[in-house]
């Protein structure tokens, strides 16, 4: 079965920090994982992805990713952090068929502190 | 690029009503994907489209759901006999290829009373 997990549902840091948005994937074959991100009132935007090659894929917004086969993730980061990230951030499978068929984890809502 | 356009963007029906939500993809992306949002479910995947042939219905609830999408300009997904339990934000999005960006649309927030 195909599925993503992001463990915290809320994580609040203060500007200026290093933040860290876990994400782990279950998937029997070579994942494509992606990352999107909801502000309020908008629709998801996309930030970055990782189909092959350089396990550290660096994205819009200054965000960047890294992909570990050995444990399954693909965490979310970005240092330091800016109020304005602020926003529910999704992490992304793509279906098995290769259809661009995205199969999303639950979210992690992120509080930057002024 | 307008993006994706979803109208309307709230649409209120009564129990049992039928709702029609409609979607216009990016000129010349050739997939089409409807994709329902709920706090306790997050985004579930209803149905696909490639080159306006559906490919993938396997998150549609099969009786009173169905989408189509009679020319590349645009899509629909209707819901017969709604109930409380199908309200959600309604999104549609769109891409050009597999392994490739997917843009999203703001959504229908449907409500049913």
């Known amino acids: 079965a195909q599925s993503v997990d992001q463990p915290d549902a809320h994580v609040t840091l203060s500007e200026g920090a290093s933040l860290e948005l876990r994400c782990s994937y279950s998937?029997?074959?070579?994942?494509?994982l992606f990352w999107y991100v909801q502000y309020p009132g908008q629709s998801l935007q996309f930030l970055l992805k990782?189909?092959?090659?350089?396990?550290v894929v660096k994205g819009t917004k200054g965000f960047e990713a890294e992909f570990r086969k050995s444990n399954s993730s693909f965490n979310l980061k970005k240092s330091p952090a800016h109020w304005s990230d602020s926003a529910k951030y999704f992490c992304?499978?793509?279906?098995?068929?290769?259809?661009?068929?995205?199969?999303f984890g639950l979210g992690t809502t992120l509080q930057v502190q002024p | 690029n307008a993006g994706v356009i979803q109208t309307p963007r709230h649409k209120v029906t009564g129990k049992g009503q039928e709702a029609t939500l409609w979607c216009e993809p990016i000129?010349?992306?050739?997939?089409v994907f409807w994709y329902r949002q709920t706090i306790v479910q997050g985004l579930e995947f209803l149905t696909y489209?490639?080159?306006?042939?559906?490919?993938?219905d396997s998150g549609m609830p099969k009786e009173r759901f169905s989408a189509q999408m009679p020319n590349q300009s645009h899509s629909t997904l209707k819901i017969q006999s709604t109930q409380p339990q199908d309200s959600a934000v309604y999104l549609c999005a769109s891409s050009l290829e597999p392994n490739t960006e997917v843009f999203f649309g703001k959504g229908t927030r449907l409500t049913v009373v």
């Open positions: 000129s010349g992306h050739s997939a």
């Open positions: 489209f490639r080159n306006q042939a559906p490919i993938d």
């Open positions: 990782y189909i092959t090659g350089d396990t």
């Open positions: 998937y029997s074959a070579a994942p494509y």
């Open positions: 992304a499978l793509e279906g098995t068929g290769n259809t661009g068929k995205l199969i």
